[in-house]
């Protein structure tokens, strides 16, 4: 997986990319947790599910937001992170001119701030959104919510309560021709310390379940 600097509004961006040989193949963008809590790209679950997306056929790219790592400039409570993920899916989009859709998975923080991308890119046609924060940061911004997509959260989660999920889920369920798998998985809490295979089966299952992705035949390159 090569290593990538990516032009940022605020400076470079350091990055994973990974890319698949076939011209059509579709893009997805991971999005770590919280940069003034330890979140990089490197966070075993935001790594674990890069693997995922590749194993699928997707050219894939994780990267750390403005002031982690060796990414340039410093944190911006979101608005510059929403700018920082923008400009690296212009950049994968600008390698891939020929790729059949683009996905978002974020964790946590991540999770947030690729549900306000997905609200402003209607190219994005899904996304994974991994213990998202509805307790901690405002949703009201998915109305409505341009796609369909999965949700997955720690049943022992004690950072971001499980009732805060559910309410936002349901939500986003009463509005027309949107669906979200909403998946719980018992015993995990909020980092998934010791349910990653459990967390990545879900996912793959769900992106097996909703076409997404070249399958493994195509996953090589």
């Not at 911006?76 to 992170?81: A, S």
């Not at 549900?115 to 405002?138: H, K, N, T, W």
Request: aromatic residues 10%; glycine residues 12%.
């Amino acid at each position: 997986m090569p290593e990538v600097i990516i032009p940022g509004p605020d400076g470079r961006l350091e990055g994973r990319y990974q890319h698949n040989r076939d011209a059509t193949a579709p893009l997805a963008l991971l999005l770590h947790p919280h940069p003034e809590h330890g979140g990089t790209m490197n966070n075993k679950v935001v790594y674990h599910l890069y693997h995922a997306f590749a194993r699928r056929g997707f050219s894939v790219l994780r990267f750390n937001f403005r002031g982690v790592g060796r990414s340039q400039g410093r944190f911006d409570r979101g608005e510059g992170e929403l700018s920082d993920a923008a400009s690296v899916l212009d950049w994968m989009q600008s390698h891939n001119e020929s790729a059949d859709g683009c996905w978002i998975a974020g964790f946590s923080f991540g999770a947030w701030i690729g549900m306000q991308l997905l609200m402003r890119r209607p190219e994005i046609q899904g996304f994974i959104s991994v213990s998202p924060p509805a307790s901690m940061y405002d949703f009201t911004f998915l109305a409505p919510c341009p796609s369909s997509g999965m949700m997955i959260h720690g049943g022992e989660d004690t950072v971001v309560p499980e009732e805060s999920v559910d309410k936002l889920v349901t939500k986003l369920r009463s509005q027309r021709g949107i669906e979200i798998d909403y998946r719980i998985i018992k015993g995990a809490d909020h980092f998934f310390s010791a349910h990653i295979d459990e967390l990545v089966g879900n996912v793959e299952g769900y992106l097996e379940k909703a076409g997404a992705g070249l399958g493994e035949a195509a996953a090589a390159g």
